[in-house]
């Protein structure tokens, strides 16, 4: 029993590193790959695939400051993301970011739409967690009425310390998400400028 338990932990683990490893890779397959949280939209003005090409190598390599970015020329694609470090001293979460960008060109200018993405292990253990929560709270109220605590004082107390107690497990959960979330797109933003600016480098004169 104690080595099937073994042998399920040893599997998640390592069900959850495959799946960051593929979210980092820059390959054209895994650029879509993970579960898109969020999009916007922008354009690069007197901008043309020609002159944005220039500004990646052979490969269509891109080092920036703070992350990479590799285009597909022939899928009028980008996809960025942060530099990941072992042992950074930055704070990281669960919930890393990585853009895919669309480019449409249209005459001197090219049309923007960022796809963010966070890995699929991330956000089912992030719902699985709440659900967890929603679950068991729930079935908590439901026994506690099931077998009559509801009519005792100390039952009524009891059932809302259950409600009170999923209620805070909650707040807390979403307050981590979001702090997440905002701390990582601000670090996926701070990529997506950098690129920007490159791009738009394209437009000086040399």
């Known amino acids: 029993m104690i080595f099937a338990g073994f042998f399920a932990g040893a599997l998640c683990l390592g069900l959850i590193l495959g799946d960051w490893f593929y979210f980092m890779r820059l390959t054209p397959d895994a650029s879509r790959y993970g ?15 020609a002159q944005l090409a220039d500004r990646f190598d052979a490969g269509g390599i891109l080092m920036l ?30 919930w890393p970011l990585k853009g895919l960008i ?69 707040l807390s959960g979403a307050i981590t998400v979001v702090f997440a979330y905002r701390l990582e797109n601000s670090r996926f933003m701070m990529v997506y400028q950098e690129l920007r600016e490159v791009i738009e480098g394209a437009r000086l004169p040399s």
Not at 69 to 93: E, G, M
Not at 120 to 130: C, D, H, K, M, N
Not at 149 to 161: D, F, N, Q, R, W
């Open 102 to 170: 669309f480019l449409s060109p249209e005459g001197d200018e090219i049309t923007v739409l960022c796809r963010k993405f966070t890995p699929w292990s991330s956000a089912l253990l992030t719902g699985l967690w709440f659900l967890v929560v929603v679950v068991g709270t729930v079935g908590a109220v439901v026994s506690l009425i099931a077998e009559g605590e509801m009519a005792a004082p100390g039952g009524m107390v009891l059932t809302l310390g259950v409600v009170g107690l999923g209620a805070v497990f909650l």
């Open 65 to 94: 400051p703070h992350g990479t970015a590799r285009l597909y020329q022939d899928l009028n694609q980008i996809v960025i993301r942060q530099k990941y470090r072992l042992f950074a001293l930055s704070f990281r979460t669960l």
């Open 35 to 49: 579960c898109g949280i969020a999009r916007t939209y922008d354009r690069f003005t007197h901008t043309t695939m």
